[in-house]
């Protein structure tokens, strides 16, 4: 069986004091109601020490929004794997489109993060999607596979049934924008197509594939219920309990 997960990206949000009230409400909400999904948050890096002692034992996964594609050494503001697994981080996410936009990341950077990663026995969540241009240019499953082929496919076999893969169009991402649960279960298909044509169906089956473009708590039901769609990266609506509880039941 494949992990189902609501995964919960806070991007630049929360001073100190609303995260760490999130984050308290995070953890009453999920004692207190069976959930079929593993949860996991991603929060600003200077608040992933807090939410491991808040945390402690393990009920919602932890995860940096990114991290080095170095070891170690003289790069100012970066945060190595080794450190992130120094706090029992439970890994990171890797390649998401806002850090390949704005920080001019590449497939190749995030091969390198992913190796970094899986050696240091975290989980990498690996970002890809096309641009609304891609996808009007009918290039979406080009684009998608040459991602998938870049980043993943120096990795072995037993390496990428490690990897969660986060499927997010560029062009739904804050802007209100879904695609329709068919479009979205075309494309997740399509990247578990691409690992099996290169590790076998097997291999492929036990990837776990997540939806990141705009999951609401009014689509989260139909998006999940998708064969190929094992749950969703969560941005806006990972910041507000009420929204992202109900994303969570989206699995009930």
């Not at 890797?94 to 091969?111: A, F, P, V």
């Not at 891609?134 to 998938?148: C, I």
């Not at 099996?196 to 989260?220: R, T």
């Amino acid at each position: 069986m494949r992990r189902k997960i609501v995964a919960g990206n806070w991007k630049m949000n929360k001073n100190v004091i609303d995260a760490q009230q999130l984050m308290v409400q995070l953890l009453s909400y999920k004692n207190n109601n069976a959930t079929n999904c593993e949860v996991w948050i991603a929060p600003p890096s200077l608040y992933l020490m807090m939410a491991k002692d808040i945390f402690e034992k393990d009920e919602i996964g932890v995860f940096a929004q990114d991290m080095s594609e170095h070891e170690s050494g003289a790069y100012t503001g970066e945060i190595s794997a080794d450190m992130l697994e120094s706090i029992d981080a439970t890994g990171s996410l890797i390649g998401h489109s806002e850090r390949r936009q704005y920080h001019g990341e590449t497939d190749s950077h995030c091969n390198r993060k992913i190796k970094l990663a899986l050696d240091k026995g975290l989980i990498p969540v690996y970002c890809n999607g096309e641009t609304l241009e891609q996808r009007k240019a009918g290039q979406h499953f080009e684009v998608v596979k040459n991602q998938t082929e870049v980043a993943l496919f120096t990795l072995s076999a037993e390496e990428i049934k490690k990897v969660v893969i986060a499927y997010e169009p560029v062009w739904a991402i804050g802007t209100g924008e879904t695609a329709t649960p068919e479009q979205a279960q075309e494309i997740h298909a399509h990247i578990r197509s691409t690992i099996a044509a290169k590790y076998g169906q097997e291999v492929a089956d036990e990837v776990s594939i997540l939806y990141g473009g705009s999951v609401k708590p009014d689509n989260a039901k139909e998006i999940f219920s998708q064969p190929d769609i094992d749950g969703g990266l969560i941005g806006g609506a990972a910041l507000k309990l009420e929204d992202f509880s109900k994303i969570i039941e989206g699995f009930n």
